[in-house]
């Protein structure tokens, strides 16, 4: 009898978990762009080892700094089943305003967040008119895409804004390096890790992915469907309006033309990193290393010497197989789970 009760206590306590399970574990969302990234990193060093050189992978990431910003802020809409074009726009606004401000002898540590501010109030904008015109977010930021950048291009006169004082501290640290590594790239990572606590830890990030797996359910349940939509967008467009500050610190000038197309490229950076545009779901990890992959892709692209015209069709053929590997990645999770 006790050998009996023995048998079965030992048969009813918890088995440790199989070694497929473990492994399935251990694959995350993040993992296939991560692997992505790895082996192209990789692939490219095995044929051109000068592109290793740390210095150049710096630089590399440097440059993916103003799109894996926007990337990570478009997360919050995408993840609503909503889009924002208007990034763009709204980055190259940022800059040309934040380069007449200081012009007009604003300091530029108070220029910075009046900018931040002001690109924040545009991406709201864009929740307000979506929500309570009823209008697709498809539509209304496409219309704002052109309006922020026309009034950029009128601010500037159509030219770039040169008068941007350089003897202050601030900016040149912001558009220098800390420690070796590019200011910007490290305010990325901040970035990165305050908006996927923001996405991921918090009553509003819930409540985002609650409303892209259902918004009639999140409705019905007494979300406010409304203010998150708008507070989603405003997300956006302060990411965006911090790209547009750490240009404005780096190139120390406001270029109304800057910025033209980085709204397609952080849509794909986003969705490359696993936010896809049935919403629900998104990593912000994900969207910046997205942005890396693309900017090693353009990288390489040069050491290779191949004609700037393949940059599109590099792009897209990473896309592809980043989307491939990340679906054939969540299908083996949802066959062992």
């Known amino acids: 009898m006790t050998q009996s009760l023995t048998t079965e206590t030992r048969d009813a306590s918890p088995r440790p978990p199989s070694r497929r399970r473990r492994l399935s574990r251990l694959v995350r969302d993040e993992t296939g762009v991560v692997a992505v990234l790895v082996l192209l990193i990789v692939g490219v060093g095995v ?9 150049n992978l710096l630089s590399t990431g440097r440059n993916a700094v103003y799109v894996g910003l926007m990337a990570a802020g478009m997360v919050f809409p995408l993840a609503m089943r909503e889009v924002d074009l208007s990034v763009g726009g709204n980055f190259a606004l940022t800059m040309v305003v934040g380069a007449v401000l200081m012009r007009d002898g604003v300091p530029p540590w108070l220029a910075a967040p009046i900018i931040l501010l002001m690109a924040a109030g545009l991406g709201a904008v864009n929740g307000v008119i979506t929500t309570y015109a009823r209008i697709p977010s498809f539509i209304v930021t496409l219309a704002t895409a052109l309006l922020f950048r026309g009034i950029a291009l009128a601010f500037a006169a159509g030219k770039q804004i040169f008068e941007v004082p350089r003897e202050s501290s601030f900016f040149v640290d912001l558009g220098g390096r800390l420690f070796g590594v590019p200011s910007a790239l490290l305010v990325l990572v901040l970035a990165g890790v305050v908006l996927t606590v923001v996405f991921t830890r918090t009553r509003f990030g819930a409540q985002v ?3 892209g797996s259902n918004p009639d359910a999140a409705a019905l349940t007494g979300l406010p469907v409304d203010r998150i939509r708008i507070q989603a967008m405003t997300m956006s467009g302060l990411a965006a309006g911090l790209a547009g500050t750490l240009a404005l610190a780096f190139f120390l000038s406001g270029d109304p033309t800057l910025g033209e197309g980085f709204e397609l490229t952080a849509i794909a950076a986003a969705i490359i990193g696993g936010t896809p545009l049935a919403g629900g779901r998104g990593s912000v990890p994900g969207a910046v290393v997205g942005a890396l992959i693309l900017a090693v892709v353009t990288a390489a692209l040069v050491f290779f010497r191949i004609p700037i015209n393949w940059t ?8 592809l ?3 491939a590997a990340d679906a054939a990645l969540r299908r083996y ?3 062992t789970s």
């Open 209 to 211: 992915r609650a409303v």
């Open 47 to 55: 044929f051109r080892p000068g592109f290793l050189d740390p210095d």
């Open 333 to 335: 999770r949802t066959r």
């Open 321 to 323: 197989v980043a989307v």
């Open 312 to 319: 599109s069709f590099a792009t897209g053929a990473v896309i």
